[in-house]
């Protein structure tokens, strides 16, 4: 059975930094992982994502530069390191896990039919 929990959001003022942290379990081999985020009246767009086995990663254009996802394997842990914030960041980021096996590369790693497994979400605040 997988598992998949965020922490991490808290409220930061703009140019600030947070790192939010995936905590996927139950997996017995390489899977991907990505970041989504909605914001208020907004629809669910995906940021950037991992394939855990190759290490691959993808980006939205608009995080490009500011956010960077990374694992470690060890802890069965993906990060998302979010630096030079913007009131426009403001959402909540969701995590998400795909099935035990996952060969996904490039763009289609932001694609939500990808993940078959959610959290509940942490909220993210910037604001002065």
């Known amino acids: 059975q997988v598992h998949v929990m965020e922490s991490g959001g808290a409220s930061v003022q703009p140019g600030g930094s947070l790192r939010l942290s995936c905590a996927a379990s139950g997996y017995t081999d390489r899977h991907c992982v990505g970041w989504f985020r909605q914001a208020p009246g907004k629809s669910r767009e995906a940021v950037a994502a991992?394939?855990?086995?190759?290490?691959?990663?993808y980006y939205d254009d608009s995080v490009k530069g500011r956010l960077t996802i990374s694992q470690d394997n060890a802890k069965n842990t993906v990060y998302l390191q979010m630096n030079g914030l913007k009131p426009e960041d403001t959402a909540v980021y969701y995590c998400?896990?795909?099935?035990?096996?996952?060969?996904?590369?490039?763009?289609?790693?932001?694609?939500?039919?990808?993940?078959?497994?959610w959290g509940q979400g942490t909220q993210v605040t910037v604001s002065s």
């Open positions: 991992i394939n855990t086995g190759t290490s691959t990663t």
């Open positions: 998400a896990a795909s099935a035990n096996w996952c060969g996904i590369r490039g763009p289609s790693l932001l694609r939500e039919d990808v993940y078959n497994y």
